[in-house]
């Protein structure tokens, strides 16, 4: 079984030689109950894993990756495994005083960094923020950096994924906006809900994938996986199925 990720904390990411996260641990347990235990983790830049999926260079896509009707177009989603809303992090001090993305939007003089396919982008579009303040970074690390450095003004990552990163990372000029306000699209406050992806035609495979999550979700153990990663019970997904997620309207 060959599984993608982008090395992303807390969802998939490589570490002391070993493959780990929240969705690679929730995918190990489920194909293992399938008995499937040879399991090869390939890394891939968060914007190349859907071309790599439809390319036939894994079988899935383990990373945490949010159901967007966009997305829905071009994989098979699994059922939910988490709901959590995004995080800001900025220069120490807040020197722009952003506590929101609409903020954001508010300082055209304000740059933020975010990793190249992530959904955070159409969110600071979808509320007003130019693509000339947005750095398209390859992953999180190099976003952090940036704004270590002072070379932009903030970076924008899920909540789990930004303090998991800023954890690890030495980054001496940096703090969280604890009052972040999430974004409001369309009236509607957004909520990230992350799945493992499949290619379309493995309807089956994703049949028992869903099963195998059910179950976990059933005994507590979803939770269980989750938590070390830094997710709490509020961020464990409702009962909403990813085919009904897909069919809601994308935000404009």
Not at 184 to 196: H, L, N, S, Y
Request: net charge positive.
């Amino acid at each position: 079984m060959v599984i993608g990720f982008a090395n992303e904390k807390p969802y998939a990411y490589q570490e002391n030689g070993k493959v780990t996260g929240e969705a690679v641990e929730i995918a190990k347990k489920i194909f293992k109950k399938q008995g499937i235990t040879n399991i090869k983790p390939v890394l891939a830049d968060f914007g190349s894993l859907i071309p790599g999926l439809k390319a036939g260079r894994f079988d899935v896509i383990t990373a945490g990756m949010y159901i967007t009707p966009e997305r829905c177009k071009q994989v098979t989603f699994a059922n939910p495994e988490y709901n959590i809303g995004e995080g800001l992090a900025v220069q120490k001090g807040n020197p722009k005083n952003i506590h929101s993305y609409e903020d954001i939007a508010k300082k055209p003089d304000s740059t933020i960094a975010v990793m190249k396919g992530a959904i955070e982008e159409s969110y600071m579009k979808d509320v007003g923020v130019k693509k000339s303040q947005i750095t398209i970074v390859p992953d999180q690390p190099t976003a952090v950096s940036l704004l270590d450095s002072g070379r932009v003004d903030g970076v924008t990552m899920t909540g789990p994924s930004l303090l998991a990163i800023l954890k690890s990372a030495n980054a001496k000029n940096v703090s969280v906006v604890k009052d972040f306000k999430q974004p409001i699209i369309d009236g509607k406050e957004v909520r990230g809900i992350g799945a493992a992806a499949f290619r379309p035609e493995d309807k089956d495979f994703v049949k028992i994938y869903n099963k195998g999550l059910a179950e976990l979700k059933k005994s507590n153990e979803l939770y269980e996986t989750i938590h070390p990663f830094g997710f709490t019970k509020a961020d464990l997904p409702g009962d909403e199925k990813a085919t009904e997620i897909c069919k809601q309207p994308q935000p404009k």
